[in-house]
């Protein structure tokens, strides 16, 4: 931080052999070697520029530990980060999952979510356990995570380790859908168009679909299923193919494929797609 208040930017290429810079930084530096708090959040964000080099992103980690050192949720949770995608640090799961526990047991909720995760999945520095998987999860969607409502939903739904419980599923996914959670909104969707833990609703299914079609190219394929087959939803052959066009825009092959079935049997329109 400069004498105006404003924090340093990353050091160009031009001015890291500048003197002035190079003074600036290492009077940084000590600040942040005798404990300074302030000047160690400075430093980690100097050097965690997301387009950094990765003796950049190294020297990052190195403010990023004597942070932890202070005890915050949240770098512990950045660390807990970086030492499973190692970025700036070796690959170490081991320490990441207690970094994760660490931030979770203060109640970091991206935390919480993240170490249930962890939990639920195999090599991921712990031993499988779905019920403290289901544990941190829990905490994390009673504070409005929408990542573990998700999560939830899913495990309660699938019935997979757990016993099949449908209505605490359609709790989780309501919740998470009812903020923008994409893959909740077409999981909610699944479950009014079969009558998951609810009666069948058509309109319901539909109306889910079409909310986590806005974003979703999985969901835009599917909806276009029910409109080209007429399955659950009505049959209209114009609305599944202005579906099965934007899922493959997005890339989905099997959209790709119905759309050339649809305009070489002329379904809809009659012109030749070459």
């Not at 970091?108 to 962890?118: D, K, P, S």
């Not at 049959?235 to 099965?244: F, G, R």
């Amino acid at each position: 931080m400069d004498a105006t208040g404003v924090p340093l930017p990353a050091p160009s290429e031009g001015e890291r052999g500048d003197p002035a810079r190079i003074a600036e930084i290492q009077q940084l530096k000590a600040r942040g070697e005798q404990g300074d708090l302030a000047a160690q959040r400075e430093l980690f964000s100097l050097y965690s520029d997301e387009d950094g080099a990765a003796e950049d992103q190294k020297e990052a980690v190195v403010w990023l530990k004597k942070l932890v050192e202070h005890g915050g949720a949240g770098d512990q949770l950045e660390l807990a980060q970086r030492y499973y995608s190692g970025n700036g640090a070796p690959v170490n799961r081991g320490r990441g999952a207690k970094l994760l526990e660490a931030a979770a047991e203060q109640g970091n909720a991206e935390a919480q979510m993240q170490l249930g995760r962890v939990y639920a999945s195999q090599g991921l520095g712990v031993l499988r356990n779905i019920e403290t998987a289901i544990l941190w999860l829990r905490r994390a969607a009673e504070q409005g995570n929408v990542e573990a409502q998700n999560n939830l939903g899913a495990i309660y739904g699938t019935g997979r380790d757990v016993e099949a419980d449908f209505e605490e599923s359609l709790k989780w996914f309501r919740l998470a859908a009812g903020h923008g959670h994409v893959k909740a909104q077409a999981n909610l969707a699944v479950m009014y168009s079969e009558g998951m833990g609810v009666e069948k609703d058509p309109v319901e299914a539909e109306r889910w679909y079409r909310a986590a079609a806005q974003d979703d190219p999985g969901a835009q394929l599917e909806l276009a299923r029910r409109y080209d087959n007429g399955q659950v939803v009505r049959k209209d052959p114009v609305e599944a193919v202005e579906w099965y066009t934007r899922a493959a825009d997005a890339g989905i092959a099997d959209a790709q494929l119905q759309l050339g079935r649809i305009y070489t049997t002329g379904e809809v329109v009659s012109e030749n797609p070459a």
